[in-house]
């Protein structure tokens, strides 16, 4: 298992914001730019939600994106995510397996 999921998984904040993005409109409000299933959730609503400042949130999507659990795409000038199902489905079968 490579360094970056392990880091990416070890955090419960970041953890959380996997479980938000998996059902976007249920844990988010409707975005002006954007929609939520689509385009994913711009960062500002993830830091919001999260409660920490808009850099610390950049992190944690930082080391999620570096381990592929998420992805971002520019609309404007913010960066909204989404998850990456594909990525976490490997993972998830990875986990399962013995060792």
Known sequence: MDVDLVKALA??????I????RDPER?????RDG???????CSLFIAEKLGVS????GEHLKVLA??????????RQW???QRDEDRIAKVKEMLSSDW
């Open 11 to 16: 955090s419960d904040k970041r953890l959380l």
């Open 18 to 21: 996997l479980e938000w993005l």
């Open 27 to 31: 844990h988010f409000r409707p975005q």
């Open 35 to 41: 929609d939520l299933v689509r385009d994913g959730v």
């Open 54 to 57: 808009q850099p610390t949130c």
């Open 66 to 75: 570096k381990a592929g659990l998420i992805r971002g795409r520019k609309i």
């Open 79 to 81: 960066v909204f995510y």
